[in-house]
């Protein structure tokens, strides 16, 4: 699926001095476009200014929650801007919130003109493709197989969403997977579609083995501790690793073996 609102929150951040890739194609498009002036300037600074992330704990194990991710989840859930607010209120203080929005709604048509026109036609196909390619997957089949394997908690009724949005002169991406979000770039240029589902699936294990019963992460911590030595922090980051990518590679390799 496609999120307009999340890929404007996506297009913002990559303008502002929050972007994780300083030098990315977001910013070079917008880099001496008819937008690079000092009101659209203004307002990538007032965006610098807000705090979008607070943490938080919950549950017996005491998991680190994030409104930044909360609210990147209501943008997915959000048809507009004006959704997004009533959606988002309580997650962050009503001044940031409000301030947001509007940085957000003065962006859209930024964004609609540098990046998603200019790009219609092909995301569009490429949309298609991964439709067809999830459609021949059964990748319900292979995310349940996943919920078993790590005995996490999940819930049929609860959709998992593949959201995506159009990168234009990129050569990689980034995936990331909040609650039931998997989002992720799709550079205009790709056509490796088959890897594109696999690193969306990597992130995906590693979302479901983090909600695993704690059970599961504690046998998986004790082959560490068995004969502690200096190096056993590394090695449970390690083991924890490669329990979480293990299955996600395998859809790539029932790809390949097809």
């Known amino acids: 699926m496609y999120s307009e ?14 972007a994780f890739v300083p030098n990315n194609p977001f910013k070079k498009l917008f880099s001496g476009s008819k937008f690079d002036q000092e009101r659209y300037k203004a307002l990538i600074a007032a965006f610098d200014t807000l705090t979008l992330d607070y943490t938080y704990e919950y549950g017996p194990e005491k998991s680190a929650g994030s409104t930044w991710l909360l609210l990147k989840r209501n943008l997915i859930n959000s048809r507009t801007f004006e959704d997004f607010k009533h959606n988002s209120l309580g997650t962050i203080p009503n001044a940031s919130l409000f301030k947001l929005c509007s940085i957000l709604t003065e962006f859209e048509p930024v964004y609609r003109e540098l ?3 200019p790009n219609k036609q092909q995301f569009e196909r490429q949309l298609g493709e991964m439709r067809e390619l999830i459609a021949s997957t059964d990748t319900t089949s292979f995310f349940n197989t996943g919920v078993r394997f790590y ?11 593949l959201v995506f949005y159009p990168q234009p002169n990129a050569r990689g991406w ?8 998997a989002q ?10 088959n890897g594109l589902l696999s690193v969306v699936f990597h992130e995906i294990f ?25 190096e056993q922090p590394l090695r449970a980051r390690t083991i924890g690793r490669v329990v979480g990518d293990g299955p996600g590679q395998r859809l790539r390799f029932r790809q390949v073996e097809r």
């Open 5 to 18: 609102p999340l890929a404007v929150f996506v297009f913002v951040q990559n303008l502002s001095s929050k």
């Open 115 to 117: 990046v998603y026109e």
């Open 151 to 161: 005995n996490s908690s999940w819930d049929d009724s609860v959709d998992f969403n």
């Open 174 to 181: 980034m995936a990331t997977v909040f609650f039931n979000n």
């Open 184 to 193: 992720s770039a799709i550079p205009t240029s790709l056509t490796d579609y």
């Open 206 to 230: 590693h979302t479901l083995y983090d909600e695993a019963v704690s059970r599961v992460q504690k046998r998986v911590g004790g082959v560490v501790r068995v004969q502690p030595v200096p």
